[in-house]
């Protein structure tokens, strides 16, 4: 995870107070949890791994954990941007709010393009939980040519989660080191789809 936390893409943060939605407390608290769980954290450097997002019903739009705050356990509404838009093409995302975008949002933004009835991303790290989804061959990764924070990566998991044809499920990101993304229709069944493969024997 050498290269985690560093945005990839051109990123272009309107500074400005944004409305937080109510579902910015749930999300913070499932995010908590994770910290806790030592899937959301920062390493050596200053550098954090790890983020959620919740999307505003009825657009394209969504909240994001901001760059670079990983380290902390709980985030404060300022932590939070809002993703107004995302081009894969052109390798670029617009937000608004106090902090940039978390360096993982175009993987964010082309789960939610690939099935409306997503809700919720999450976005983890966790070594021994990577090997072992690795090895289930139900679950489906992305390419090992695929890096992290680049259209390459946008434009796989888009595929894989269009192919699942679900609005929940999970992924591990291959090429992404110790990287595991998990949707849903909620904010809790992202989180109870992560936990219940973490948990799970094999």
């Known amino acids: 995870m050498l290269d985690e ?6 990123v272009h943060l309107n500074e400005t107070d ?3 939605p109510e579902a910015l407390s749930e999300l913070n608290g499932v995010r908590t949890a994770l910290f806790d769980n030592n ?7 200053n ?4 983020n959620v997002s919740v999307k ?10 901001g760059s670079a705050t ?3 356990r709980i985030l404060d509404p300022e932590d939070y941007c809002r993703v107004e838009s995302c081009s894969v093409e052109r390798n670029e995302v617009f937000c608004s709010g106090h902090i940039k975008a978390s360096s993982e949002t175009m993987s964010h933004d082309a789960v939610y393009h690939a099935n409306d009835s997503v809700s919720c991303v999450i976005h983890i790290h966790h070594k ?17 040519t695929a890096k992290f924070g680049t259209p390459e990566m946008a434009t796989d998991i888009k595929r894989i989660v269009q192919a699942q044809a679900s609005p929940f499920g999970i992924l591990v990101m291959t090429g992404h080191e110790d990287g595991i993304i998990a949707w849903g229709r909620s904010i809790g069944e992202a989180h109870d789809i992560l936990m219940q493969q973490f948990n799970s024997p094999q």
């Open 39 to 45: 899937m959301i954290g920062v390493l050596p450097g």
């Open 5 to 10: 936390g560093y945005i990839k893409f051109s």
């Open 18 to 20: 944004i409305e937080m």
């Open 56 to 65: 505003i019903p009825g657009s394209n739009r969504f909240f994001i954990s």
């Open 128 to 144: 021994p939980f990577f090997y072992k989804l690795l090895a289930n061959t139900t679950i489906p990764a992305t390419s090992k």
């Open 47 to 50: 550098i954090g791994f790890g």
């Open 70 to 72: 990983g380290g902390k």
